[in-house]
C-alpha cells in the first residue's frame, strides 16, 4: 500500500515563492505518474500541474503555466513543486497524486493521494 505525504504548505505574501514536497512511501512510485491538485475553499479541486514517470514531460494549468515548476527526484521517492509569483488567488490546499501509466489532467484518473498541505497567500 502506498502513501505519499506533502509538506512545505505556509503563509507567504503576494509574489512570494514556496516549495512544496511530496514523499511517497511504501511502494516505488518511479514508474507513475505524479500530479498536483488544489482545493480552495468553496471550489472543486483542479488541477495543477503533472509530471510523467521519467519526468520527461509535464503538464501545466494555465492559470499556474510560467510561475509554477514541478519536478521528481526517482531516487528520493518525491516529487516538489516549485511555486513563484504567487497570488492571492493560488490559496487552497494543495495534494499529490499518483497513477499508472501516461500523465492525465482528470482527478478521477489518479489512484494515490496526500492528505494535503494548506498554501495561504495573502495580498
Known amino acids: 500500500q502506498g502513501q505519499l505525504v506533502e509538506s512545505g504548505g505556509g503563509l507567504v505574501q503576494a509574489g512570494g515563492s514556496l516549495r512544496l514536497s511530496c514523499a511517497a512511501s511504501g511502494r516505488t512510485f518511479s514508474r507513475y505518474a505524479m500530479g498536483w491538485f488544489r482545493q480552495a475553499p468553496g471550489k472543486e479541486r483542479e488541477f495543477v500541474a503533472a509530471i510523467s514517470w521519467s519526468g520527461g514531460s509535464t503538464l501545466y494549468a494555465d492559470s499556474v503555466k510560467g510561475r509554477f515548476t514541478i519536478s521528481k527526484d526517482n531516487a528520493k521517492n518525491t516529487v516538489y513543486l516549485q511555486m513563484n509569483s504567487l497570488k492571492p488567488e493560488d490559496t487552497a490546499v494543495y495534494y499529490c497524486?499518483?497513477?499508472?501509466?501516461?500523465?492525465?489532467?482528470?482527478?478521477?484518473?489518479?489512484?494515490?493521494w496526500g492528505q494535503g498541505t494548506q498554501v495561504t497567500v495573502s495580498s
Open positions: 497524486a499518483a497513477k499508472i501509466g501516461v500523465l492525465r489532467v482528470s482527478e478521477y484518473e489518479y489512484n494515490y
